[in-house]
């Protein structure tokens, strides 16, 4: 089954904890702190996987969940880091961020990978908060919550050529004919439900990837027929075969339907060099009909060439043609570039707002301090306090009218206001 599509929730792994904790041996009656840091959580990495062609395996699978962090031990022993969850894609995946609509990647190389969410850093042990004034501090951290997003992905097929025409043209022959790709081929039109990927082997040097997009119809830039699920993969494609029926009613307004339909979806797909080729030549109507539609087709400055799929007349001919426009067709550029760093908004800043039960704090910083709390510690409680104070929320708080026993809720913890 060809699965181009599939959302996914990914969440990265969240640190390990840090230790609070004392040496204590004999003799040494006054041991120094030794808690150690918690352990970093997974990152949940995309990569392109060589041996896939589909998104089949999200069908049932949309949660991937990285491992979270160990917590720190005694004798400053470190958390150990939890392993990255990779998730495995074939080449032509772009990625949407679902909330924002963003593209976040276009990974068309078999090496191209992607951190989505990076792991939460291990909280530090109470080792970190030694200081000449406090020398036993009985204070550490929570590890830092991971990342989560929501995501679509999108297959796009990366091929050299793509074989296009309406439907029962005869594109799933053509392929059969020149490749081992085996689609189903039948006398009615939408034969062909999914696109299929064959490679042509021309000689010991040269090989092309050619996909036979199913039958497009009137309408299909909108989402009539089959045409609209399947014109995405086309803008792989270096090259277009325009196949053309040359038992239909009329193949020169098939043609023009065709490219029409092209241009509504995307107008660069209307720029892309397309060979003309009149199949069914051995059928003697055909035959007849050939030097008509040469001729109108010259008239629209295009040059068509007679072939029959089945019969495999013409059919080297084609695929060397289409060689040729390869070599002087310029690579089709990536969607976007795979981010090395994603400029964020300033992790500082926060926003108060007056809510139903008191006030809500919400920022990057704020919450990430919160979630990394322990809270049943009067020190990091303290601690916490200081956070508030620094980033300038307690005075924005007081001139926003907060008053002694109100609620202040920050992420998921409900805190009471107290002067």
Known sequence: MFIDEAKIYVRSGKGGDGAVHFRREKY????????????????????????????????????????????????????????????????????????????????????????????????????????????????????????????????????????????????STLLAAVSNARPKIADYPFTTIEPNLGVANLDEEQTLVLADIPGLIEGAHSGAGLGYEFLRHIQRTKVLIHLLDGMAEDPIADYSQINSELALFDPGLAKKPQIVAV??????????????????????????????????????????????????????PAQIEIPIYQPQTDPRQFMIQRVANGWRVTGASIERAAAMTYWDNDASIRRFQRILETLGIDDALRQAGVKEGDMVNIGEYELEWSD
Request: proline residues 6%.
């Open 28 to 171: 040494v009656p006054r041991g120094g702190p030794d808690g150690g840091d918690g352990g970093r959580g997974g990152n949940v990495i995309i990569k392109v996987s060589p041996t896939l062609n589909t998104l089949f395996e999200f069908q049932h699978n949309h949660r991937f969940i990285a491992a979270d962090g160990k917590r720190g031990g005694r004798s400053d022993r470190t958390g150990r880091s939890a392993e990255d969850l990779v998730i495995q894609v074939p080449a032509g995946t772009v990625i949407y961020d679902t909330d924002t609509g963003k593209v976040i990647a276009d990974l068309v190389k078999g090496n191209d990978e992607l951190v989505l969410c990076k792991g939460g850093r291990g909280g530090r042990g109470n080792t970190r908060f030694a200081s000449s004034r406090d020398q036993a501090p009985r204070i550490a951290e929570k590890g830092e919550p991971g990342q989560e997003r929501n995501l679509r992905l999108e297959l796009k097929l990366i091929a050299d050529v793509g074989i296009i025409g309406v439907p029962n043209s005869g594109k």
């Open 279 to 332: 199949n069914k030549i051995d059928l003697p109507v055909v035959e007849e009909r050939w030097s008509t539609l040469q001729r109108k087709l010259k008239r629209k400055r295009i040059s068509p060439i007679a072939i029959s799929a089945i019969a495999g007349t013409n059919v080297r001919n084609l695929l060397y043609k289409a060689v040729e426009l390869l070599r002087e067709t310029p690579p089709i």
